[in-house]
């Protein structure tokens, strides 16, 4: 298959939309528009986000502190902006922990380098979250080529009414079980 085949059938998996900040050498704020952002661990607290090798932000993040910047719906102009469409009146940065921050993110992760790898032409880069915040905002997504947003929550929502919803169904946190051949027989 063809590597346009492949992307496009990469879009068919939703993202969220994030803007990794670093500086550049001479200490500038610099952004890169990424869809490629995981959690990786919560003890420790890790992150993952994958760069491609051809830009300028790949080439400042090894080794360096680093911000991923969760877009919140209405940052569609900053994600176009990060991905080399620049947009007036730019962004409007702020001064994190490790690095800079861009203002009005739906959440921020502040990270300090843990670990870098090979990911053929990409470079994986894993953080150590030493700060994190949400803004409550609904996230900015990317799907199919297309940024999008939440919408309105519908009442086909995954846990709406289950049994299994983790706040009100069998397993909540208040739950209790007592294996088959423990309990009394009638």
């Known amino acids: 298959m063809d590597s346009r085949e492949l992307r496009n059938i990469f879009g068919q998996f939703a993202s969220g939309v994030t803007v990794i ?18 959690a990786i ?8 986000v994958t760069l491609t090798r051809k830009s300028k932000a790949c080439s ?3 080794g360096a502190p680093f911000a991923v ?14 991905a080399g469409r620049p947009q007036s009146p730019e962004p409007v ?3 994190g922990p490790t690095a800079p921050v861009l203002c009005g993110n739906a959440a921020t992760f502040s990270c300090t380098p ?4 090979d990911g053929g032409d990409h470079s994986i880069f894993i953080g ?3 700060e994190a915040t949400s803004s409550g905002k609904d996230p900015l997504l990317f799907y199919r080529s297309t940024f999008h947003d939440l919408g309105t929550p519908t009442a086909s929502a995954a846990w709406n ?25 009638p």
């Open 21 to 38: 900040t670093c500086t550049n050498t001479d200490g500038t704020p610099h952004g890169a528009t990424v869809t490629a952002f995981t």
């Open 41 to 48: 661990s919560i003890e420790p607290r890790l992150c993952q």
């Open 60 to 62: 400042y993040l090894s």
């Open 69 to 82: 910047n969760i877009l919140a719906a209405d940052q569609l102009d900053t994600a176009m902006h990060f």
């Open 93 to 95: 940065w702020d001064q």
């Open 114 to 117: 843990w670990a870098e790898y």
């Open 128 to 130: 150590e979250i030493v």
């Open 161 to 185: 009414g289950s049994m299994d919803d983790p706040h009100s169904g069998w397993f909540d946190s208040a739950t209790s079980f007592t294996p088959l051949h423990l309990q009394p027989t």
